[in-house]
């Protein structure tokens, strides 16, 4: 993990020397150079978050035949888990597929979360309306309270548009835990540095964008089979 830490380090400072050399400002520079990052991330995870959008689809797909297997066999646990991944075998559907990139993002989260705690350089450094990229939220400023709410709203909308249908049941319990997670991100937020925030509601944005993307080119395909 320090390797990673200090991996990132360095490129974040790598990023920012070369924003810096265009933007003088270092209250616009590093705030750049934050977006930078992510999205340089963001593009380095396409494989991945285009496999995750295909996989979660697919399996959104069978959740009317999954649902028929569940109430077949609701009084044999075993079985219904059986036939569930013997459908999934036969769709080519792997339903741990769409968790990778999630898994991949959380070691990155926690290592830039001690690339901001050790970076000297954004303490008072504002950027648009944040004061303080180096400061948390105040429940006296409203307006640190912003990265925090965008945080929980943007991670709930990064769940929205990739939840099974409204009708079924495991849409339900999907919009439950997305509410939750939402709400737990808005907390842990508002304890984090503003920049770390501002990483995070800049990657659910590019997210959502390429979420959206990705949605309308399998649709697309599916159409045309």
């Known amino acids: 993990m320090k390797y990673l830490n200090d991996a990132l380090v360095q490129f ?25 990052v992510t999205a340089i991330i963001r593009i380095l995870l396409i494989p991945l978050s285009s496999k995750q959008t295909k996989s979660t689809l697919k399996m959104n797909e069978l959740q009317p035949e999954s649902q028929k297997i569940q109430a077949r066999y609701k009084n044999d646990p075993q079985k219904s888990q059986e036939e569930l991944m013997k459908l999934y075998r036969e769709k080519g559907v792997n339903p741990l597929g769409g968790c990778l990139p999630l898994l991949i993002q959380w070691p ?61 049941n495991q849409s339900q319990q999907v919009s439950t835990m997305n509410m939750g997670m939402s ?43």
Not at 198 to 224: C, D, H, M, P, S
């Open 12 to 36: 974040f400072n790598l990023i920012h020397s070369g924003v810096a050399s265009v933007i003088v400002n270092k209250n616009y520079s590093y705030g750049v150079a934050i977006i930078l």
């Open 108 to 168: 990155i989260l926690i290592a830039l979360y001690y690339v901001f705690n050790t970076l000297q350089g954004i303490n008072g450094v504002s950027f648009l309306w944040i004061k303080d990229l180096a400061g948390t939220a105040n429940l006296r400023d409203f307006t640190t309270w912003i990265l925090p709410i965008l945080s929980g709203l943007t991670t709930y909308y990064t769940g929205v548009i990739m939840s099974p249908p409204s009708s079924s």
């Open 183 to 225: 709400i737990f991100l808005v907390i842990m937020s508002w304890n984090f540095k503003a920049a770390l925030v501002l990483y995070w509601v800049t990657t659910n944005i590019f997210q959502i964008g390429q979420t959206l993307v990705f949605k309308k080119i399998y649709e697309k395909r599916q159409a045309n089979v």
